[in-house]
T-cell receptor, first 116, second 114 residues
Framework: AQKITQTQPGMFVQEKEAVTLDCTYDTSDPSYGLFWYKQPSSGEMIFLIYQGSYDQQNATEGRYSLNFQKARKSANLVISASQLGDSAMYFCAIPARAGNNRKLIWGLGTSLAVNP | DTEVTQTPKHLVMGMTNKKSLKCEQHMGHRAMYWYKQKAKKPPELMFVYSYEKLSINESVPSRFSPECPNSSLLNLHLHALQPEDSALYLC?????????????FGPGTRLTVT
């Protein structure tokens, strides 16, 4: 069965510095992918970045990048040049089989606070 | 346009009321989802519709009744709710239910059951 672990309940970072949010996973699927989502206090869940297990290069989207290490089963999110607006909950998620369908299995999240 | 809209933004209802949550997307997505989220917890999947057919029901109590009138709309009908049902209800959509498709979420409805 798929499992996602986010070991950092809360993180602090100074504005303009980089921060790494940890995510480890366990899956029996030979082909899989990892998603990262951001949820500000307003509540909306925002898709940030995705990487498939067969992608050769780590995914990047603007200031977000995925540090995907399959051997360690980790897919850490790196946010460069942190901004005050990055303060939010961050969730890592992996698809899991649900009968003939798939659903996302979510980590417990990491609360990031960016200090001015 | 990656917008999913949800109405209402806030809802307060008594345990004997009947109300509905609405969700709409115009991205041509064929999969739509309802999630329930408690404070500081990850979202919990409730229902998935694929091509307007219910494909996943996560053993949700019958006081929650989903409806997908067409490919752009998703409703969640509420009846005889309990105070513990108070939560943020999020709607999402994706191109399909394939594992590589990202889900786009609406802003949510904050529901309070009194």
């Amino acid at each position: 069965a798929q499992k996602i672990t986010q070991t950092q309940p809360g993180m602090f970072v100074q504005e303009k510095e980089a921060v790494t949010l940890d995510c480890t996973y366990d899956t029996s699927d030979p082909s899989y992918g990892l998603f990262w989502y951001k949820q500000p206090s307003s509540g909306e869940m925002i898709f940030l970045i995705y990487q498939g297990s067969y992608d050769q290069q780590n995914a990047t989207e603007g200031r977000y990048s995925l540090n995907f290490q399959k051997a360690r089963k980790s897919a850490n999110l790196v946010i460069s040049a942190s901004q005050l607006g990055d303060s939010a909950m961050y969730f890592c998620a992996i698809p899991a089989r649900a009968g003939n369908n798939r659903k996302l299995i979510w980590g417990l999240g990491t609360s990031l606070a960016v200090n001015p | 346009d990656t917008e999913v809209t949800q109405t209402p933004k806030h809802l307060v209802m008594g345990m004997t009321n009947k109300k509905s949550l609405k969700c709409e997307q115009h991205m041509g997505h064929r999969a739509m989802y309802w999630y329930k989220q408690k404070a500081k917890k990850p979202p919990e999947l409730m229902f998935v519709y694929s091509y307007e057919k219910l494909s996943i029901n996560e053993s949700v109590p019958s006081r929650f009744s989903p409806e997908c009138p067409n490919s752009s709309l998703l409703n969640l009908h509420l009846h005889a709710l309990q105070p513990e049902d108070s939560a943020l209800y999020l709607c999402a959509s994706s191109q399909g239910v394939d594992s590589s498709y990202e889900q786009y979420f609406g802003p949510g409805t904050r529901l309070t059951v009194t």
